[in-house]
């Protein structure tokens, strides 16, 4: 570290989420090394989190036209596509 290079304090406390995040946005996790400590702990990582998949643009745009007039998300309209398509067996 840069020992001529101003740091700021960490905050104590947090007001939201989002204060966290810009705080941390506008300051490097490196400049506080003597705050870090190696986690013994496993993280659990959920197999519930959603998927992305890459369209191809034409598609996508059709997708969401398509979706637009049903009044439903892009997203609803695909799991429901697909759900139908699993459901069928094909």
């Known amino acids: ?3 001529n ?3 700021d304090p960490i905050p104590e406390h947090f007001n939201s989420i989002e204060a966290a995040s810009d705080f941390w946005d506008t300051h490097d996790a ?3 090394e003597e705050y870090l400590r190696p986690l013994d702990e496993k993280i659990a990582m959920s197999e519930n ?3 992305s998949v890459l369209l191809d643009n034409l598609i996508a745009q059709r997708l ?3 979706a637009q007039n049903r009044g439903i998300s892009l ?3 695909v799991n429901l596509w697909l759900e139908e398509k699993l ?3 094909s």
Request: aromatic share 10%; hydrophobic share 35%.
């Open 75 to 77: 997203e609803t309209l």
């Open 30 to 32: 490196g400049d506080y």
């Open 1 to 3: 570290m840069n020992e």
């Open 5 to 7: 290079k101003k740091i």
């Open 87 to 89: 459901l069928a067996g």
């Open 49 to 51: 989190l959603p998927y």
């Open 64 to 66: 969401k036209q398509i």
